[in-house]
Nanobody, 115 residues
């Protein structure tokens, strides 16, 4: 069993930066594919960034060049560095880890981009 806890959300002005963290308890992230999703008001949930256990990363076109996902296996933590934030990045951001049929979600952290 894995428990995921996101942190680092908040209110930021357009053009600003935030770093989200996703910490895993239990068996941690070893061997898991970890992704960040987001869901904005009235929008479907969207996959933002993914990092595989070998460090391979994939990004949605909407965040490519602005967001960076990384993992620290020793700390059982995955990060999402978000730069050049736009109002349309406003959403609840969720961490997800998956390995085979195992599929875990955090509770989400709110990111609001507004002046």
């Amino acid at each position: 069993q894995v428990q995921l806890v996101e942190s680092g959300g908040g209110l930021v002005q357009p053009g600003g930066s935030l770093r989200l963290s996703c910490s895993a308890s239990g068996s941690g992230f070893r061997g898991y594919v970890v992704a960040w999703f987001r869901q904005g008001p009235g929008k479907p949930r969207e996959r933002v960034a993914t990092i595989a256990f070998d460090g391979t990363t994939i990004y949605a076109d909407s965040v490519k060049g602005r967001f960076g996902i990384s993992r620290d296996n020793a700390k059982n933590t995955v990060y999402l560095q978000m730069n050049s934030l736009k109002p349309e990045d406003t959403a609840v951001y969720y961490c997800n880890s998956k390995r085979g049929i195992e599929d875990y979600w955090g509770q989400g952290t709110q990111v609001t981009v507004s002046s």
